[in-house]
């Protein structure tokens, strides 16, 4: 019997997509000639590839063997058809991000890993909102909450140290004690796991009956209020790591007590790990996210 090529690449792009109406979007074919491939294939081999998972498709045992097998191969010949057409062969990758974490943290890192693979083109969408994967053309998210998804690849960026932090010509490091702050304005980052509340616990300090406060619902507005010299915000080492490398924020706190969580977190369809842009990125950030950490053990803020 011919090898049928043609249901072949339907079934890996189903696969891959996680969904039979995705994967026609992507061909341009209607979902009943998707399914007609993908089920001529499954006669041919003799066993089921697809099941149905909500409104998407999960792969079975024997899919999820047989799209491992036929993954890479597949891959290098949308490469190689690229090329010999003529054409730059590019790949793009969506990411989500948190709008603080896209902008203070990412994008400075972006270049250095678009300069590495010139055939990878990314597209960074930031916002906070989750991302329904059964509906939107997402690869994989870097999402702020507590890390409980079930049912999605989870795993945390890094472990980050939340700080009380001002611009120098607002505070000098280490010239205020933790008692001083409730008399400074504090900057909130409402939407933040780490809030001041727990710190001043931490600090065993009574912030008072009312605060000075300015209050934002994004992280990078308070680190840049506080860069301008509104106040003191409490924030992460991670989020504004240019501005304490380079000296636009100080921790002006002597002995300030540690608060460390992770707030940041990988997410995606475990099915997503298959795809090698997917991958790519990964071990890009992974990369990323070493070195920084590496960075941050015995420094003093």
Known sequence: ???????????HSAARAGS?????DEMGVTPSAVSQQIQLLETHLGVALLTKAG???ALTEAGERYFSMISEQIE???EATGTIRGFRSVTTLTVRATPTLSNKWLLPRLGALLDRHPDLEVRLDGTNEPTD?????VDIELRHGNGRWPGLFVEGVAEEQFIPVCAPHYAAPGSLNVEDLPNHRLIHSVKSQAQWATWFQLAEVAPGE??????FDRSHMAIDAATRGMGIALESTLMMDDELKNGRLV???????????VTQWIVCPRDHLRQKKVRLFLDWLRSERDVWQSAQVGRRF
């Open 1 to 11: 019997m011919q090898l049928p090529i043609k249901a072949i690449v339907v079934f």
């Open 20 to 24: 039979i109406s995705r994967a026609a």
């Open 55 to 57: 409104r998407g498709v």
């Open 76 to 78: 290098d010949i949308e």
């Open 133 to 137: 994967f059964n509906q939107e053309l």
């Open 210 to 215: 009312r605060w000075r406060r300015v209050l």
């Open 251 to 261: 921790c002006p706190v002597a002995a300030a007590p540690e608060l460390r969580i």
